[in-house]
């Protein structure tokens, strides 16, 4: 891992694994069907985050994007293996949160799968992925955006909280008292 990794363009960049974490999350939304993506994208029922936290946001996802576009693989280190598993475990995982996601009628919280442990695979596993990315670039800076991102989309995560329990009453109430907001814990 590097605090000041070299920068330069190349085929074999952070963006790479990137690019293929949405394509494939593309993939899946073209392939489900329209009140699905609608479901999965609606934030209506959510009160409008603070433009704060939504500019504070987008400008750390793009600083970490210039970071994978031009910083290389660490190929032949070792943390390219633990990043490169890391990525594929969220990436797998996201792929299986979706489909759960779009298996479960509209009119009902999703329940099942890895939604058995987690309240929101999908926020937690793209984290993994994105950490997996920075990991296997070897950079402590991309390393850091990750992370300063994903305990800041917590606050967005309690936004949603709150309006599922509005959608759904008691039975995602029920849910939020059995399963954990993240994994094992909190």
Known sequence: MELSPVLHFGLLNGWLLAAIFYLGFGILLLLFPR???????DRSHQKDPRVLQRVLGTLLFL???????LTPLSLREPV???GLVLYI??????????LKFAGTPLDQPVRSGLYRVSR?????????????????MGSWPAL???????????????????ACLQVYGD???DYTEKVPRYFLFF
Not at 63 to 69: E, F, P, R, T
Not at 89 to 98: N, P, S
Not at 148 to 155: D, V
């Open 89 to 98: 475990l969220g990436f797998t995982g996201f792929v299986v949160a979706l």
């Open 35 to 41: 009140p699905v993506v609608a479901r999965l994208h």
């Open 171 to 173: 039975s995602y109430r």
């Open 120 to 136: 929101h695979p999908q926020q937690l596993t793209i984290s993994v992925a994105f950490l997996g990315i920075s990991i296997a």
């Open 63 to 69: 600083g970490w994007l210039v970071l994978a576009i």
């Open 80 to 82: 390219f293996a633990v």
């Open 144 to 162: 850091g955006l990750i992370l300063i991102g994903t305990i800041g989309a917590h606050y967005k995560i309690r936004a949603e909280e709150t």
